[in-house]
């Protein structure tokens, strides 16, 4: 019998850990192993018995990110589960295994948790190691940075919506129809961005980069579209240099499915095409 050198299951869960650590605790922190009947209540009418007695009652997530914020300080917020040995991701609510594995329950298992967390509303991904690569090489920004970044923004946007909900109620009691439309649809964005800036440090750095770039007039008109590309989803930002080379600088990023609430695939693909669009002129031309 002896002391393992580390908790982990490998050196890339540690360095999962390490990350989110290291770029999130203003936030959130992330544990590692945490049992699965810790964060959902495995009583509930949506679970089968045998399901509760020979798996949930054993299982852990390989992590789970909760808040470090006074008000509500530990609360759960995303489950991941790395999926090192299969290289798979989760769609539709189920697990799609790439690489086959030694263990024949393994897709049972994931299914399972994932069908669970569905049902009662608590995110949870599947993530291998493209989703922890870095997006741009001197960068620290990854798929996954962008999930969690999703899933805090979508978390305090609908909480300001409730919270606000009589508030705007008022502002368009007294308008017509179309007037109350367009209040409740500035109001969304206006909502939805700042969640986003509050949350997302990926859209904290876009802001910043675009800001700098246009600032120094270094670039003309740019663009962007979605691409379409199998199973994967991704898009596409394109734009003209003005100074030196006077180069067409394009940035696509492809992504897989993710399947997990609070996040879209869509979105993802197009904060991290952005910010590796406006990263690569900032460093090429201003920096």
């Given at each position: ?69 006074k008000v ?178 394009n940035k ?33 031309y201003i920096?």
């Amino acid at each position: 019998m002896a002391i393992r050198k580390m908790i982990f299951d490998s050196t890339t869960e540690k360095n999962i850990f390490d990350d989110l650590i290291h770029k999130w605790n203003n936030k959130i922190t992330a544990l590692p192993h945490i049992p699965f009947k810790d964060v959902i209540d495995i009583q509930s009418k949506y679970i089968k018995q045998v399901e509760r007695e020979k798996f949930l009652l054993k299982t852990n997530f390989d992590f789970v990110v909760v808040s470090n914020q006074k008000v509500n300080f530990g609360e759960p917020i995303l489950a991941i589960e790395f999926d090192g040995w299969g290289h798979g991701f989760s769609n539709n609510g189920e697990y799609i295994e790439i690489n086959k594995t030694k263990d024949p329950y393994r897709k049972l298992k994931l299914d399972c948790k994932i069908r669970i967390c569905e049902q009662e509303g608590f995110p949870l991904v599947v993530v291998s190691y493209q989703e922890i690569e870095k997006v741009v090489k001197d960068q620290l920004f990854t798929i996954l940075d962008e999930i969690i970044g999703q899933v805090l923004s979508n978390k305090e946007f609908v909480v300001t919506l409730n919270e606000e909900a009589n508030k705007l109620g008022d502002s368009i009691k007294n308008t017509d129809s179309n007037t109350a439309q367009m209040i409740i649809d500035d109001y969304v964005i206006d909502k939805e961005a700042c969640s986003q800036i509050n949350n997302n440090p990926i859209v904290q750095k876009i802001c910043v980069l675009q800001d700098k770039v246009i600032m120094n007039k270094v670039i003309g008109e740019w663009g962007c579209k979605p691409v379409d590309e199998g199973s994967y989803t991704g898009w596409e930002y394109y734009g003209k240099v003005l100074i030196k080379d006077k180069k067409i600088i394009n940035k696509k990023v492809l992504i897989r499915q993710v399947n997990c609430k609070g996040v879209s695939e869509c979105t993802i693909a197009k904060d991290l095409a952005e910010f590796a669009f406006w990263s690569e002129i900032a460093s090429k031309y201003i920096d």
